[in-house]
C-alpha cells in the first residue's frame, strides 16, 4: 500500500477522551497526518465509488491520519453516473482544499475488481448482489487495514451501497463504533421490502444486529456478518422514507431526526442530542456517513434521488463541525455526487464543491476561515530603529 502524508493544524479540542477511546490504534505526533488513496477502479458494469478513508485531524485530535479510496458502488445504482463521482470530487480541487489546509497528499492508486459475470438478480428482483458483495468485501478488507494502521477513512462515492463495506471494515478494527447518517433516506429496506432491487437502498439493513433474522442470505454475502446495534446509528435529514423502513425506525427504537424535527429543534440541539445518543455514556470512535441528497436540490442538484426541503449549506456545515469538534471523527463517506444528473455544468460544480466543503470541514476548516498553524505575530526587530531613522533625514 501506498502512503501518502500531510499535516493538518492542531485541533482546538483536547483529545485525551479521543486518544484513550482509540488507543489501540497506533498514532503520530501531534499535528501530523496521514492519507492514504486507494480506488477501486471500474471494472466491465461497475463503477467505481470513491472511498476515502481519511481521520480528520478530530478524529484523533491529537494525532491525526487518514486513509483515502474509492469503492465500487455504480453497480446498484440504475442510473449510470454515480460511478464518476470521486473524479469530479478530485477535479472539483479536494485535494488542493486538503493541502491549503496543511496537508501534504499522496494518491494511493486503485483497487480493481471485476463484475461477476452471468451476476443473476436475487429473488427475481436483487441487482448485482455478487458483485456488490464482493466489491463491498474488497473496500472492507482495505478500510480495515487502514484503520488497523491508525488511519481514519474517508470514502468518496458511488452510491451508498459502498457503506456495506466501509462501515463493516470500519467495525473490524472499532467494534464499539457510532454511525451518523445524514441522508434524505433511510437507507434501511431489506431485500424482502426494497421495491426497486437497488441495494444502495438497503446497507444498513445488512450491518444492523437486530435485523440479522430478517435479512436473507445473498449470493457473495456470506463474508458480512451484522456489526451495529440500533443504538448505534443516528439519522439526520430524512425526509423520504419507505413503509418498511419507517417500521423499522419505530418498532427498533432507532434514533431519528427527520427535517421536521431539524425545523422543530434547530441544528444545535439536534447535533446535542445526536451526541447524547452515541457518546453519551462513553466515549467512542464516530463514522460520518453523508449522501450529498441530505441537502436541499436547490443546492446539490447533480444526485440520483434529489428531495425537496434539504438541509440548508449552513446546517450541514454545522453537522461536519460539530463532528469534527467531538475529537472522535475516525471515517467519513461521501456519496451520490453523480456528474451526469446536473443540468448544467454549473450544477455539477456546485454540487462537487458542496461534497469537498463537508470532507474539507471534517478535516478542520471552520467559516472563521481555513487557517494553518499560527504561533504568534512577529515584533519589530528594534523599537527605536524607525525613530532613528526619522531623525537622520532631519539632522
Known amino acids: 500500500m501506498v502512503r501518502l502524508r500531510y499535516t493538518l493544524p492542531a485541533s482546538g479540542r483536547d483529545g485525551s477522551a479521543a486518544r484513550r477511546a482509540i488507543a489501540s490504534l497506533p498514532l503520530q505526533p501531534r499535528g501530523r497526518s496521514c492519507v492514504y488513496w486507494a480506488s477501486l477502479s471500474r471494472g466491465p458494469g461497475i463503477g467505481s465509488a470513491g472511498v476515502g478513508p481519511a481521520r480528520a485531524r478530530s478524529a484523533a485530535a491529537g494525532s491525526r491520519r487518514s486513509y483515502h479510496s474509492r469503492a ?135 450491518l444492523l444486529r437486530e435485523l440479522q433474522d430478517k435479512v436473507p442470505q445473498l449470493p457473495g454475502f456470506s463474508w458480512l456478518k451484522p456489526c451495529l446495534s440500533a443504538s448505534d446509528i443516528v439519522y439526520i435529514g430524512l425526509r423520504d422514507v419507505d413503509p418498511a423502513e419507517y417500521y423499522i425506525l419505530k418498532n427498533y427504537d432507532i434514533q431519528y431526526f427527520s427535517m421536521r424535527d431539524i425545523d422543530c429543534l434547530g441544528i444545535q440541539k439536534v447535533m446535542e442530542r445526536t451526541f447524547e445518543q452515541l457518546m453519551g455514556r462513553r466515549q467512542r470512535p464516530i463514522h460520518l456517513s453523508f449522501d450529498i441528497d441530505a441537502f436541499d436540490p436547490s443546492l446539490a442538484p447533480a444526485t440520483g434521488t434529489p428531495v425537496l426541503g434539504g438541509l440548508t449549506y449552513r446546517e450541514g456545515m454545522y453537522i461536519a463541525e460539530e463532528i469534527h469538534n467531538t475529537g472522535m471523527l475516525s471515517a467519513v463517506d461521501m456519496v451520490e455526487v453523480n456528474p451526469l444528473l446536473g443540468a448544467s455544468q454549473e450544477e455539477v ?13 471534517c478535516f478542520g476548516q471552520t467559516r472563521e476561515g481555513a487557517h494553518t498553524a499560527f504561533d504568534e505575530l512577529p515584533t519589530p526587530s528594534s523599537p527605536d530603529e524607525s525613530d532613528s531613522e526619522e531623525q537622520c533625514q532631519y539632522s
Request: aromatic letters at 4%.
Open 72 to 206: 465500487g458502488g455504480a453497480v446498484a445504482e440504475k442510473r449510470r453516473g454515480v460511478d464518476h463521482g470521486p473524479a469530479t470530487l478530485r477535479a472539483a480541487g479536494l485535494v488542493e482544499r486538503l493541502a491549503g489546509l496543511g496537508c501534504q497528499v499522496y494518491d494511493f492508486g486503485d483497487l480493481n475488481f471485476t463484475q461477476v459475470p452471468n451476476d443473476e438478480l436475487y429473488n427475481n428482483l436483487i441487482l448485482y448482489p455478487r458483485s456488490v458483495g464482493l466489491a463491498s468485501q474488497v473496500l472492507a478488507d482495505t478500510v480495515s487495514r487502514a484503520v488497523a494502521a491508525g488511519h481514519s477513512c474517508v470514502t468518496i462515492g458511488g452510491d451508498h451501497s459502498l457503506a456495506l463495506g466501509s462501515v463493516s471494515g470500519h467495525a473490524q478494527q472499532c467494534p464499539h463504533l457510532g454511525v451518523i447518517w445524514v441522508d434524505a433516506h433511510a437507507d434501511i429496506n431489506t431485500p424482502l421490502t426494497t421495491q426497486s432491487g437497488s441495494l444502495h437502498g438497503q446497507p444498513l439493513s445488512f
Open 349 to 361: 460544480n456546485a454540487t462537487a464543491s458542496l461534497a469537498v466543503d463537508v470532507i474539507a470541514t
